[in-house]
């Protein structure tokens, strides 16, 4: 049984840099693609050094962000983190282990390029904004 609905992932899912330029239609088809999640406290979400190909919402709860070891950040309600996992085969940076119990919506790569394959106006919306984000800001280029 889905702990969110469809309409509260899409507008989660809206905050994210990598989807804002969606429609609220295509948000909709992207958070038909994920999958509700509850983690323990204390549970590693994701380990630095890893291949990731998950992105994740979370919805409730908190969790902590380390690199190395050493503490970079916390993470809760409505903040996400594994974003270039659904278009590259990357290491994860950092490590996010829960510090509470977690709940959260998990999208995996492959649900996702299912997303981009059959709508092929969302994978050019969602390549802009990946572009945006890792091209340098330079206004002569």
Not at 38 to 56: I, P, R, W
Not at 71 to 97: H, K, M, Y
Request: aromatic residues 8%; proline residues 6%.
């Amino acid at each position: 049984m889905p702990l969110f609905s469809h309409d509260t992932k899409a507008e989660a899912l809206g905050r994210a840099p990598l989807f804002e330029g969606l429609s609220r239609g295509e948000l909709a088809e992207v958070a038909l693609r994920t999958e509700d999640l509850d983690f323990a406290e204390g549970k590693v979400l994701c380990k630095q050094g890893e291949l990731g190909s998950e992105f994740y919402v979370i919805m409730t709860g908190e969790a902590a962000v380390t690199r190395d070891g050493k503490p970079l950040a916390s993470l809760g309600e409505g903040e996400f983190f594994g974003e270039a996992s659904l278009l590259q085969d990357v290491p994860r940076n950092a490590t996010v282990t829960a510090t509470t119990p977690v709940r959260c919506f998990v999208l995996t790569r492959g649900r996702f390029l299912h997303v981009l394959e059959a709508e092929p106006e969302v994978e050019r919306k969602v390549m802009r904004a990946f572009a945006m984000r890792v091209a340098p800001h330079d206004p002569t280029l």
